[in-house]
């Protein structure tokens, strides 16, 4: 199995900036993308952006310009960078890894416990 913690979340002013750490421990074999979602109350998860393990990214049109993933696959680890934040963008932000473990034969979707973002004054 694959374990995603993630950490960094937090309440901050609009304008201001946090970092979303998010690392993969457990049997891995090989991760293939990772990414980070939002779900904010009453509304349907949604992604936010998406790296592939060779470095190709893929963001939401909401946060394009604002926000950076970035992935450290040597520690299984990838970040999101998120600046010129804005209430809009308060929410529960999860880490996602499609991974292949050791004991598995195909890749599976893991999901982290969530962290709080809450972008307010």
């Known amino acids: 199995q694959v374990q995603l913690v993630e950490s960094g979340g937090g309440l901050v002013q609009p304008g201001g900036s946090l970092r979303l750490s998010c690392a993969a421990s457990?049997?891995?074999?090989?991760?293939?993308?990772m990414g980070w979602y939002r779900q904010a109350p009453g509304k349907q998860r949604e992604l936010v952006a998406a790296?592939?393990?060779?470095?190709?990214?893929n963001y939401a049109d909401s946060v394009k310009g604002r926000f950076t993933i970035s992935r450290d696959n040597a520690k299984n680890t990838v970040y999101l960078q998120m600046n010129s934040l804005k209430p809009e963008d308060t929410a529960v932000y999860f880490c996602?890894?499609?991974?292949?473990?050791?004991?598995?034969?195909?890749?599976?979707?893991?999901w982290g416990q969530g962290t709080q973002v809450t972008v307010s004054s």
């Open positions: 457990g049997s891995i074999f090989s991760i293939n993308a």
């Open positions: 790296i592939t393990s060779g470095g190709s990214t």
């Open positions: 996602n890894a499609i991974a292949l473990t050791y004991s598995d034969r195909y890749e599976d979707d893991y």
